[in-house]
């Protein structure tokens, strides 16, 4: 966001237009006229004169904070001039871990999953954020929806690999203990939550079309209903995905997890289940991007 330009507050010398409204004559807008000496008592016979010399300093001022803040704000720029003179390129070694990279993410979606990720280092981390994010959805838990995922997100020879072991592994005996269906629902009146947060990711390796990238997460899952026995809950781990550069886009061909690293506790009250399933349906989630 940049500011409009409603206002020259340039100077006169940098080829603006002076904004001084008193800018004529010794700061003031009027001919100087030599009155009588017995007219010199009368309260209108002259106009102070306006000192301009403040007016000046007032402008530069004001000049240099709309530079500061259409600096900080500017958008719609090419990468290379959003980066300072000096620093590295974004995805070279040596730069900040939690540094936000400045690259557009993607160029599109493939249903509700982000697609069109950039061929380098941080297009891996924004495809693996991203992916992780899909395989944690509420959408995992019903087998169509399920198998449209790991079409989407895995290589084809992965996706058919998992597919079986998959929907063995969201068995109905599974999915009852979760408080669903056969099919995946959640009983009337309550809502199952399912949702990956990353909280960073990391290049654990990296060659043209090769990428091993780890995701740092943190998830809620759980029945969010007033009979139900399964609370939403929260969960932290570490999602590593080996991915390939296939069709134009990153694809993952293998994928392992871990539990953790998980923070303390905090001491925040748990809120009550009717504003954990309202909180779900009006926040919606991102796209992410290294």
Known sequence: MSPGDEHDYRGKDQGGRPDDPYSTLGGTRQTRTRLPDGDAGLPHARRPVRNSRSLVTITGVVVLLIAAIAFANRGGGSDEDAAAPGAEKPGTT???PTAATGTKPVQG???TIASGFAHDEQGAQSAAANYAVALGSAEMFMKESRHQILDTVYSPAAANKLRAPQDLAYSAEFLARLGLDSDGNAPQGSTFISRTVPVGTKVLAFDDDTAKVAVWYTGLIGMSGQDSTKPV??????????LSWLGGD???T??????GPAPVPGDVAASRSDAISKAVEEYGGFTYAR
């Open 109 to 111: 979606k493939n249903g």
């Open 250 to 252: 990153w694809k993952v």
């Open 233 to 242: 809950s929260t969960t932290w781990k570490t999602w590593t995905a080996q």
């Open 94 to 96: 040596g730069s900040a």
């Open 254 to 259: 293998e994928a392992s997890e871990a539990d």
